[in-house]
């Protein structure tokens, strides 16, 4: 104990050095102002500034995109909440009761709650980061892909939790998503499905582009076909903070988020984003309110945006602890530390105690940074709404285009999200639910990826998931939730229909 | 807007979820259809079959239910009054995405700008003039230029 | 979406026409920026060298050298968008040795080719990198022979991770089994990254792996090399054999790295480049870079990476024929 907080003392040193500082704060500006593209989460905006770090000092390096990571995460949730636009697919559950909160004129009160969350979730998990990471480090790398597996199809009984109208209609279009997620090469046969005479789409529909039309687009058209378009909002300052009720609100669903995404973020692949759903459906789960969901619920933002930024912290354990890959977003960190001809390893934080505890403490100083630069700038980004539509809404459109084409410079990208707009106009004429195909996607190529490898180590033999005490473990709390929850959800059924009968 | 979900069909021809469901079937059994080249391989093996035609069958089988359920209004009771600004709208998206890597950022996002505010929002020309020249060449000065977000350029490097 | 190529071409035929107007009047290459092609993302080997090595040749061209990631499909649509682009040198390509896998899956599996091979032309090769074999320190395996000894004995169920069905690390081990008669479990990963990750927590046995990151988890006790693919031992790794010492004498493999233009790129713009990259590498900043990286320079100009290249691929693409289909195999 009493070396980690020399070391931290090591690393305020470098980290409160003048310099450092600058980097921390622009890393934060210039991810805030990227991230708030449409589309453009943490991991493309450090993979399109990463060049920029090349001709800087290792510890300048990953302060500035440590710095860039956490302002792309925030600048994410911005245009969720002001606009329905998902930042990244982390943002997609910010978008339901975010914008909701907007159209209700909270829209300070929304933003500065995911800025506080996120700083509160930030800070906490920094701290789990230092004190846990070695022996944290050594469990993620026990989750294979038979322990992916179970923790995916843990995740996807959440989508069951997340049907706000008819079970049938949300699993309609839960697996419409993930039937979305089959198109590309196969990992595992190398068989190019559903290719159409399309190279790009080898990888698979993006998500980015399927969030951005789904919710987006969608969003825009049909507010031009409501009788009025969206009134223009002239928010008062003192309207701008969260009320005391809002907060009171919110602290309970911040420190959940918090827990939740810490843990679900160390497991290496790209668990995080799964971290904001769980949030979300558990907020629902144990609320006195579940009806507020999607009409403005506090909780369904201050949970959701805390655990992904608990996650994206999780995520730097094993990497940093172990030098390890374990995610695309610790993957692009390494790159940068590899060019500066730092190796990262199990040696990193014995063999570079100033990198890394220099690094670990700009990211209290980052965090901080953050909320300091955020909640005046909630003050400047609501007066946006002041915009009239008519020039509000080609302005969005632009910038959706912007930022999907930007994320990989492919135009495919952008016909995929212009599709995906109509889809999603369509979808919600007919009253689904958007927000399940998006979960559909994202989880869809990790599950099956996940089942195949399990079946290739083991040969095809099913009984990997329950001769492995981890993957046995989540495989059997999956099934006990589904039954419990096919249960309440019967009993829970019957009884609404009865309070519906007395009320009316 | 959960219990209007569940009041019966009101007004003339098939309810909304009928359609749904109609359209999940035949998109589930053109899936099925488009996918039958694919390997199915087996349960200890499963093939890049397995995966589509699995869940394309499931979403026929969920868009049957909903179609035999019909729950819903009529299909016109809502109205379509988006379809003239949307049309618009995906007349504009479509251009971009077509000029884009030809006329570049700047000049394909102060086209659909002008498009947008001067013609179907009819704002008088000179406002839709400053802000599409203002907003495409501010933006494209602050990502491009600023934040090195490498967007296309056009004709003459514009 | 025909429709709308025939449009986006008819629009693209129209802009070079206005982008090539001001061309007709100008005499020598580069009288712009120039483009180079990544078809991987930021941070990766391929982006880790072209980014140094285009900041170097800005240097001899004293034009900018603009990098561009165009990622998809494990760098077949960038690999395609290079191959089909203007060839008149102001588009490059940094590509690396997936560049001759790619047209085989294609092959394999009867689909259009996103480009064919000889749509490209070489320019020179920057750098070539042997990958080491490495399994989990607490294997019982401490030479190859153990490895293969114990393989013999249960066929098909020692595993190895990969970086993709079909990638460069696929493709190294399969190479290995086969000259060392023996059959090995494949558990494919998306990634280098992903398949190192897997090796660390004891879900596969077995890696082929470039020698930068594996260096330090071997110097960590956490890995440990059995032998190298190179043609001699790796300077960093001085006890490690190489497959050709062990007596393994077609079992050469290096993940190396080019750049090509497309093959109508006219000759003379193409010996500007080739002069360019050549000094570009001699530089001392690239060397630099690349000794940060740990990666060797290998350099070779036109003739000889065309010789090199193709004797890389005809190996490749017997590799890939080899594997086949893998539903045909079980």
Redesign the interface.
Known sequence: MAETLHNLALGFSVATSPEMLLFAFAGCLVGTLVGMLPGVGPLAGISLLLPATYGLNPTAAIVLLGGIYYGAMYGGSTTSILMRIPGEAASVMTCLDGYAMTQKGRAGAALAIAAIGSFVAGTLSVVGLMLLAPPLADLALRFGPPEYFGLLVLGLFVLAALSGGSVAKTLAMAVLGLFLGTIGIDLMSGFFRFQYGLHELGDGIGIVPVAVGLFGISEILLALGRAEPPRVQKPKLRELLPSRRELAESAAPIGRGTVLGFFIGIIPGSAHIISSFVSYALERKISKHPERFGQGAVAGVAGPESANNAAACGAFVPMLALGVPSGPIPAVMLAALMVHGVAPGPMLMAEQPKLFWGFVASMYIGNLMLLVLNLPLVGLLVNLLRVPYAYLYPAILAFCVLGVYAVNQSVIDVWIMIAMGGLGVLLRKFDFEVAPVVLGLVLSPMLEVALRQSLAMSAGDWSIFVTRPIAATLVGFAVVLALAGVASSLRGRAAWRRRLGLES | MTLSAETPASGAGPTRDRIAGVGLVAFGLFAVWEARALPFGSLGNPGAGMFPVALALMLAALGLLLALKGGGPALGARGWKEARPGLAIFAALAFAALALETLGYRLTVTAVLLFLIGAVERKGWRAAVLVAFGFAFVSHALFADFLRVPLPRGPFGI | ??I?KH??SA??A??LL??GW?ALAQEKFPA?PVTMVVPF????VA??TG??LAAAMEKVLKQPV?????????G??GM?AAANAKPDGYTILMALSSISIIPE?DK??D??P?YQMDQLAPIALISSDPTVLVVPAEMPWKTVADFVADAKKRP??I?FSSS???GTLHMAMEMFAHGAGIKL???????A??A???L?????NALASGP?VV???I??G?LRALAGWGDKRLPVLPDVPTFKELGFKDVEFYIWSGVFVPAATPAEVRKTLRETVKQAVASAEFKD?M????TPIAYLDAPEFKKFWDKDAAMLAAAVKKVG???EK?
């Open positions: 979406m025909t709308a449009v986006l629009l693209g129209l802009a206005v982008a001001p712009h993302p930021p941070g990766g982006d880790q980014r140094p603009i990098v561009s990631n165009k990622v998809g499909a494990g077949a649509v395609a899956a394999l599996f689909r259009k996103a098909g169920e595993s993709g069905l079909y479990r494949h558990v494919p990963f998306n990634g990254g992903p190192m990750t897997a660390l927590g004891g879900h596969v930068g260096i330090p988890q110097k960590a956490k870079a000794t940060k990286l740990e289909r893998i539903e079980k």
